[in-house]
């Protein structure tokens, strides 16, 4: 079955840096991968997402990046600000429903 | 904005006790699922439902669960007999679009605490 790994756990940044988390996944069949961002006491919220026929993917301060040949995705958050702090999730999805990787704590320091 | 409701918020419940937690989906969805998250730990699929039957279920999904739709609304998760590993998240998601690769929107997810 999938398996996505989730780099880092934690992440500490500077208000206005930018913060890049990364993921992997192990089934070649999956094409969907979407980010979400858990606050605290809250279900995930999906904040972007990308397929497999696309390499990049911009939301304004946000942005996905796909590369199906290496198995890896990654979500970059431009001009950080303390309302970005939480738990990110990125997720895999194709023959299996949506498996998720660790997690990612975000925190923007003021 | 339409938005999958779950109750309870949280319940306590003694080990051995029988658990039915609640999700109302998006009206329009079809597709239902149920995940868990142990406190601190990553969200983990239990089993996804279509068409009054389940899809696919994991290995945690094992005989002291079930899920299902009694009156067209109301899609719920049974925990027979709950153990104290039972203590966790359960969040419901549901979408719209085809199984797998559509966009899950979540509820807020009901905290069961086992004791």
């Known amino acids: 079955g999938e398996n996505v790994e989730q780099h880092p756990s934690t992440l500490s940044v500077q208000e206005g840096d930018s913060a890049v988390i990364k993921c992997t996944y192990s089934?070649?069949?999956?094409?969907?991968f979407p980010w979400y961002k858990q606050e605290l006491g809250k279900g995930p919220q999906l904040i972007i997402d990308?397929?497999?026929?696309?390499g990049e993917k911009k939301d304004q301060r946000i942005a996905v990046t796909l590369n199906k040949t290496a198995k890896h995705f990654s979500l970059h958050i431009t001009e950080t600000q303390p309302e970005d702090s939480a738990v990110y999730f990125c997720?895999?999805?194709?023959?299996?429903?949506?498996?998720f990787g660790k997690g990612t704590r975000l925190s923007v320091i003021a | 904005e339409p938005e999958v409701t779950q109750t309870p918020s949280h319940q306590v419940t003694q080990m051995g006790q029988e658990v039915i937690l609640r999700c109302v989906p998006i009206?329009?969805?079809?597709?239902f699922y149920w995940y868990r998250q142990i406190l601190g730990q990553k969200v983990e699929f239990l089993v996804s439902?279509?068409?009054?039957?389940?899809?696919?279920k994991s290995e945690i999904f094992d005989d002291q669960f079930s899920v299902e739709r009694p009156d067209g609304s109301n899609f719920t998760l049974k925990i027979r007999s709950t153990k104290l590993e039972d203590s966790a998240m359960y969040f419901c998601?549901?979408?719209?679009?085809?199984?797998?690769?559509?966009?899950?929107?979540f509820g807020e997810g009901s905290r069961l605490t086992v004791l």
């Open positions: 089934d070649s069949a999956s094409n969907y």
């Open positions: 998601a549901t979408t719209s679009t085809s199984e797998n690769t559509g966009e899950l929107f």
């Open positions: 990308i397929r497999s026929n696309v």
């Open positions: 997720a895999a999805s194709g023959n299996t429903p949506l498996v």
């Open positions: 009206s329009n969805h079809l597709y």
């Open positions: 439902f279509y068409n009054n039957e389940i899809s696919e």
